[in-house]
């Protein structure tokens, strides 16, 4: 009988070693395989996606921002362009260490320090993504430096691109207004990808802001080859970008400078109409901003000197001036008359004052005018008169006169983002914004332009110019075809005893006689105006009124002038307001030389020159010397 041998340590062994080499081929086997089909799908199945990723890697693709469409005048000449320039900006979710790229960029840049506050603050609030302007119109040397520098400075970019440049600098501040970086609230509001583009800008203020849609073009865009840390190493593909339209004003761009240079060291506004057309010619607001320097972003201490300057230069007093019109408004009051059917040969005795309903009130020349028929009273601006007249028929038909022409009007249609529209009063409008009831002296403030009535100058051309047209005249700023104007249905025989006490106000015996033009056979017409902005007591008026030159800037009258040229056949409207320059003295004489410029440039440039020799400079020359004044006053840390 045959026992069999158990199984020795070495079989055992074998057959377990065997067993699990088995096993672990299998596994190698069952991975290798899956790591192969892997591979395949990578390759073949998603072998465009890779390649797309690892493309991306190697190419950077960016867009180019547009260039914005120019703004021309009515002879094409540009007031708004573009012009090649280097800048710098910050892409916040690239920096690493923003204090240290700032500390770096100030030094290679010579920022001052409230430049580098201001770029702090710029990159507190602005979006992860959303590019920060350091500089711009940067010097080749300097951006030269930015760009050896740039694996130091992660987060910064260099670009060459194109800046706004408005060649007549503060003249054309308040009209065109200026461009700047894209805030984040305006990217959150639209969320349109291209306002997260480095070096693009848009409209903030005025006519770049009501036309930017119009303005701003298509991008462009570059596809460059880089590293691995973002250097470019070669641009492969650029496809340049599309130029905005370009839109041509009616705005005459000399007599706009020369308006703006003309106010001097004045602060207020010259609006001058085409009477026919209604076309906005100038519309100058003084002492203004450099709107080349807000669209690079002013510092701190820019902004400092115009938010405390008393005159207000970051006001456009055009559209937010609204003023008391004084005697400019006598022609229309005189039309309200002679529509109620007063007849213009009837007289009143001006003795310098006169009671009504218990009140004294007084004429502007203390003794009087004496005898005054309704020419007389507009061209030597008899208050007396208006007071009598204006109690007779009452305040309504002065009120519904003053609408017609176009004060306390909002112009429709008007390229403008605000137009303060002040007050035309009457019984309703007293109850419903005093809850009182309409007193006398209300009418007799009124009529001549006090009281309750306040204008803006855009207001006062428009009303001269329906005037001197007798159309219900529009004001326009973008030159198209002309529609005609709407007639203001006024007998025409009212307009011509009206006229001829404005034309008596600069050419017979009126109160602006040295506004006469010194031309031969062109006659300006017009009707002088003071507004009080403080009320004379009874005590100064015992002791003598003091004169507006011994009163505080802010206490002195506000002069203003309207008028129209030539007279026989108008066709420029010229207002003009000067705040606090003690009277219509001021405001004539710019009156007279604007309209001149128009028909002899030369002479009115010759007197131009002579009045800046004495107001020490130009526009550029006066602000460069008020802010260097204002660093003097101010106290340094």
């Known amino acids: 009988m045959c026992v069999a041998k158990p199984p020795t340590n070495k079989r055992i062994l074998e057959q377990q070693f065997s067993r699990r080499a088995t096993i672990l081929c299998a596994v190698q086997l069952g991975l290798g395989g899956v790591l192969a089909g892997r591979l395949a799908w990578l390759a073949i199945a998603e072998n465009q996606k890779w390649q797309l990723l690892s493309e991306s890697n190697r190419l950077q693709l960016s867009l180019i921002p547009p260039r914005r469409g120019l703004l021309l005048d009515r002879t094409g000449v540009p007031l708004a362009s573009n012009k090649s320039v280097f800048m710098i900006d910050l892409l916040p ?5 923003a204090d240290k790229v700032l500390k770096q960029l ?14 702090k603050t710029d990159l507190e609030q602005a979006l992860d993504h959303q590019p920060v302007r350091v500089a711009s119109d940067v010097e080749w040397d300097q951006y030269a430096a930015v760009n050896v520098r740039l694996p130091d400075l992660p987060g910064v970019s260099p670009m060459r691109g194109f800046s706004r440049h408005y060649p007549a600098g503060a003249a054309t501040a308040h009209l065109l207004g200026y461009v700047g970086a894209p805030s984040r609230e305006e990217y959150e509001k639209t969320g349109d990808p291209l306002l997260m583009v480095p070096g693009m800008q848009v409209g903030k203020d005025m006519l770049e802001k009501t036309l930017d849609e119009h303005l701003t073009g298509k991008p462009g865009a570059r596809r460059a080859e880089v590293t691995a840390t973002g250097k470019v190493v070669r641009e492969l593909e650029v496809r340049s970008d599309t130029i905005g339209k370009s839109v041509q004003l009616t705005i005459d761009g000399g ?15 010259v609006v001058v109409l085409d009477a026919v057309t209604g076309g ?42 609204l003023y008391p019109p004084g005697s400019t408004i006598k022609p229309i009051t005189a039309l309200a008359l002679l529509n109620e059917n007063i007849d213009p040969d009837e007289t009143v005795l001006c003795t310098g004052r006169i009671n009504i309903a218990g ?27 208006f007071y009598v007249m204006g109690i007779r028929v009452g305040i309504q038909p002065i009120a519904d006169m003053a609408r017609r022409f176009g004060l306390g009007e909002r112009f429709l249609g008007l390229p403008v983002p605000y137009q303060y529209y002040g007050t035309v009063p009457d019984p309703a409008w007293k109850r419903r914004r005093y809850n009182e009831p309409w007193e006398a002296y209300d009418t007799v403030n009124a009529t001549i332009g006090q009281g309750y009535l306040l204008a803006n100058p855009l207001q006062l051309a428009v009303m001269t110019a329906r005037l001197a047209a007798g159309e219900k005249t529009h004001p326009k700023l973008l030159a198209a075809k002309e529609a005609p104007a709407a007639p203001l249905e006024i007998d025409p025989r009212m307009l011509a005893i009206v006229r001829q006490g404005m034309e008596d106000v600069v050419n017979g015996q009126g109160t602006a006689t040295r506004a006469r033009l010194p031309l031969p056979n062109i006659k300006l017409a017009g009707k002088t105006g003071t507004a009080q902005v403080r009320r004379i007591t009874m005590a100064e008026r015992r002791r003598g009124v003091r004169s507006n030159a011994s009163l505080p800037w802010k206490q002195r009258d506000h002069g203003l002038f309207v008028g129209y040229a030539p007279v026989h056949r108008p066709r420029y409207t010229v207002a003009v307001v000067i705040e606090h320059g003690g009277g219509s003295g001021a405001a004539y004489p710019i009156a007279s030389d604007t309209p001149l410029y128009l028909f002899d440039e030369r002479q009115a440039m010759k007197r131009l020159a002579s009045l800046e020799n004495g107001w ?10 008020e802010a260097a004044e204002f660093v003097a006053r101010t106290p340094s840390d």
């Not at 007599?255 to 506004?269: E, I, V």
């Not at 820019?302 to 300057?309: K, R, T």
């Open 255 to 269: 007599l706009q400078t020369y308006a703006s240079r003309r106010l001097g060291t004045q602060s207020g506004s």
């Open 359 to 385: 009140g004294t009130f007084h004429c502007w020349r203390r003794s009087g005018h004496g005898v005054v028929d309704m020419n007389r009273a507009i061209a030597e601006s008899c208050d007396i008169y």
């Open 106 to 119: 100030a030094e290679l840049l010579d920022l001052s320090a409230d430049e580098t506050d201001r770029l």
């Open 280 to 321: 906005v010619l100038a519309m100058a607001s003084m002492p203004a901003y450099d709107p080349n320097s807000f669209s690079d972003g002013i510092s701190q201490f820019e902004w400092d000197m115009l938010s405390q300057d008393e005159r207000v230069p970051l006001r456009n007093k055009t559209l937010q001036g």
């Open 93 to 97: 979710d690239r920096l690493e260490d």
């Open 616 to 625: 020490g400079g130009g526009i550029e020359e006066r602000m460069a010397r």
